[in-house]
C-alpha cells in the first residue's frame, strides 16, 4: 500500500513539474513551486521514516513473543512426553492388577468349590471318590497328556514357528 502512496506522489510530482514547465516556458517552475514540492517531498520522507521505525519496532515486539511462545511450546512438548509416560507406566500397572485380579479370582473360586464341597461331606450329601477309581482316572489323564505331548512334538517338528508357543507343553 506504501509504495501504491509513493507510486502517486511520484506521479504528481511529475504532473506537477509538467504544469509548470508548460506554464513558466523554457524556465520551468518557479523557485517557489521547486521549493514546495522539496518540502511535501521531505514531510512525505520523514512520515515514511518514522512508519519504518514503528513496523521495526513491532517487528521487535513480535520476534521476541515469537521466541516466548516458541520456549513455551517446547515446555509443553517436555509436560505431555512425561504425562505420556506416566500414563504408559498406569496403563502397565493396571495390566498388571488385572492380571493379579484374575488370578485372585480363580484361587477364590476354586476355595469356595472346595468349601462348597467339605460343606457337601459334612451333611453327608457328596461322598468321595473310590481310591481306585481315581488311579484310574489319573491314570487315563496321564494317557491322554503323553498323547498331547506327542502331537505337540510332531507340529513343532513341522512348523519351527509353533516351536516357542508349544515349548511349555512339551516340558
Not at 55 to 76: C, P, T, V, Y
Not at 140 to 150: G, K, M, P, V
Amino acid at each position: 500500500m506504501e509504495r501504491a502512496i509513493f507510486k502517486r506522489d511520484a506521479i504528481g510530482l511529475r504532473g506537477k513539474l509538467k504544469q509548470a514547465h508548460t506554464k513558466g516556458g523554457a524556465g520551468g517552475g518557479t523557485k517557489g513551486d521547486l521549493r514546495k514540492m522539496v518540502q511535501e517531498l521531505s514531510k512525505r520522507v520523514k512520515d515514511l521514516e518514522s512508519e519504518i521505525a514503528r513496523h521495526d519496532n513491532e517487528i521487535k515486539q513480535l520476534s521476541g513473543q515469537e521466541k516466548e511462545l516458541g520456549l513455551r511450546m517446547d515446555e509443553a512438548g517436555a509436560a505431555i512426553r512425561e504425562v505420556q509416560m506416566q500414563d504408559e507406566d498406569i496403563l502397565r500397572q493396571m495390566h498388571v492388577m488385572d492380571k493379579e485380579k484374575e488370578q485372585l479370582k480363580n484361587e477364590v473360586y476354586a476355595e469356595h468349590k472346595m468349601a462348597k464341597r467339605y460343606q457337601a461331606l459334612e451333611r453327608g450329601q457328596y461322598q468321595a471318590r473310590d481310591p481306585a477309581e481315581v488311579e484310574q482316572g489319573l491314570g487315563a489323564a496321564e494317557e491322554r497328556a503323553n498323547q498331547l505331548r506327542a502331537v505337540a512334538q510332531r507340529l513343532s517338528g513341522l512348523d519351527h514357528r509353533l516351536a516357542a508357543s508349544l515349548a511349555p507343553v512339551l516340558s
